[in-house]
């Protein structure tokens, strides 16, 4: 019996790689596996933190609460990358979709907040629970 050994180059299997990820996200291109009501994750506890909440619509808004108060605006989506634009301001935001965070399962989007500027002010993960 021969044994059969498949090479691949590096860049190839990058390539597979990267595809093999983005089939896996190909669910999410659809707004109803976007929207929902998702919750800042807490890794320190079995349960979400309730003090910032995204709420995602089908129609293409999201409201953001937090400390703070609510903000509101439109969302976008292109590939596995969702982009929030803030209504009362040029505040945009973009993430990123996993099904997995800190080694835990589970529909997860992390946010990377920009005022504007390259300067990101801020990263959150939400869990849709």
């Not at 996200?25 to 003090?51: F, I, M, Q, R």
Request: hydrophobic share 30%; proline share 2%; aromatic share 12%.
């Amino acid at each position: 019996m021969k044994k059969v050994i498949c090479k691949f180059s590096s860049s190839a299997l990058i390539m597979m790689l990267l595809l093999s990820f983005c089939v896996s996200l190909a669910g999410c291109g659809s707004s109803s596996k976007v929207a929902g009501t998702w919750y800042n994750y807490n890794p320190d506890h079995d349960y979400a933190n309730p003090e910032r909440i995204l709420k995602i619509k089908d129609d293409g808004t999201y409201t953001y609460t937090n400390n703070d108060g609510t903000f509101s605006g439109s969302w976008k989506l292109s590939d596995s990358v969702i982009t929030f634009t803030a209504d009362s301001s040029k505040y945009t935001s973009s993430g990123v979709f996993s099904d997995t965070h800190d080694n835990k399962k589970g529909n997860f989007i992390t946010v990377s907040i920009d005022p504007g500027k390259k300067d990101t002010v801020g990263e959150f993960v939400f869990e849709r629970q």
